[in-house]
């Protein structure tokens, strides 16, 4: 019952800053979990952050944390991953995912999420 759509990607020197928008539509947006993730070329789809429905349960993985951001705002149906001191590891296919995960696991793996966006590419130069 929800569509998700990516926008925002681009390409960053290493070292700034860019800010990527999931626009969701439909009904259960405000009561769901957020999620980006990012698959590099050759890699596997790696967990980046998430953000329970009311913004108070944050999750970031260990290689963005201090770096990254997950911003919600239910009113717009939107989320956001601010990302600032870009490396060029961070170039890769950036997702967005929404789901009901329950548990820790969940919160930070793809099955814990049902509706995935097409997906916007970030490219990081050195």
């Known amino acids: 019952q929800v569509q998700l759509v990516e926008s925002g990607g681009g390409l960053v020197q290493a070292g700034g800053s860019l800010r990527l928008s999931c626009a969701a539509s439909?009904?259960?947006?405000?009561?769901?979990?957020m999620g980006w993730f990012r698959q590099a070329p050759g890699k596997e789809r790696q967990f980046v952050a998430a953000?329970?429905?009311?913004?108070?349960?944050?999750y970031y993985a260990d290689s963005v944390k201090g770096r990254f951001t997950i911003p919600r705002d239910n009113a717009k149906k939107t989320v956001y991953l601010q990302m600032d001191s870009l490396k060029s590891a961070d170039t890769a296919v950036y997702s967005c995912?929404?789901?009901?995960?329950?548990?820790?696991?969940?919160?930070?793996?793809?099955?814990?999420?049902?509706?995935w966006g097409q997906g916007t590419q970030v490219t990081v130069s050195s």
């Open positions: 439909g009904r259960t947006f405000s009561t769901q979990t």
């Open positions: 953000i329970n429905w009311s913004g108070r349960s944050l």
């Open positions: 995912a929404a789901g009901f995960p329950r548990t820790v696991p969940e919160f930070t793996t793809t099955p814990g999420y049902a509706y």
